[in-house]
């Protein structure tokens, strides 16, 4: 079983950037691939990007492609979401988790071990 723990969201102003944290303890992710997910106030969890365990290979959703990008560092035993040009709809709980697969997978329920999130909000 592994522990996930998300760091780094906070408040940021619209156009602003972020960089999300995923740190893993209890064994090592390196054999994972990885994703990041959001929720939003109301509405359901979504896929926000994803990585294969190498880190050769990323998927992300459309609403924030070419403004995210997903990286990991399996040395560190961590996954990193950087984010730029944040938007108010960019607000919600971010989550990282950890699948059984080796390629990178946008199918929520293909994720087996689940962080506890970090707070992200964007204000205009």
């Known amino acids: 079983q592994v522990q996930l723990v998300e760091s780094g969201g906070g408040l940021v102003q619209a156009g602003g950037s972020l960089r999300l944290s995923c740190a893993a303890s209890g064994r090592s992710i390196s054999s994972n691939a990885m994703g990041w997910f959001r929720q939003a106030p109301g509405k359901e969890r979504e896929v926000v990007a994803a990585?294969?365990?190498?880190?050769?290979?990323?998927n992300y959703a459309d609403s924030v492609k070419g403004r995210f990008t997903i990286s990991r560092d399996n040395a560190k035993n961590t996954v990193y979401l950087q984010m730029i040009s944040l938007k108010p709809e960019d607000t919600a709980v971010y989550y990282c988790a950890a699948t059984p697969r080796l390629l990178s997978t946008m199918i929520m329920g293909e994720y087996i071990d689940w962080g506890q999130g970090t707070q992200v909000t964007v204000s205009s």
């Open positions: 990585i294969s365990r190498s880190g050769s290979s990323t």
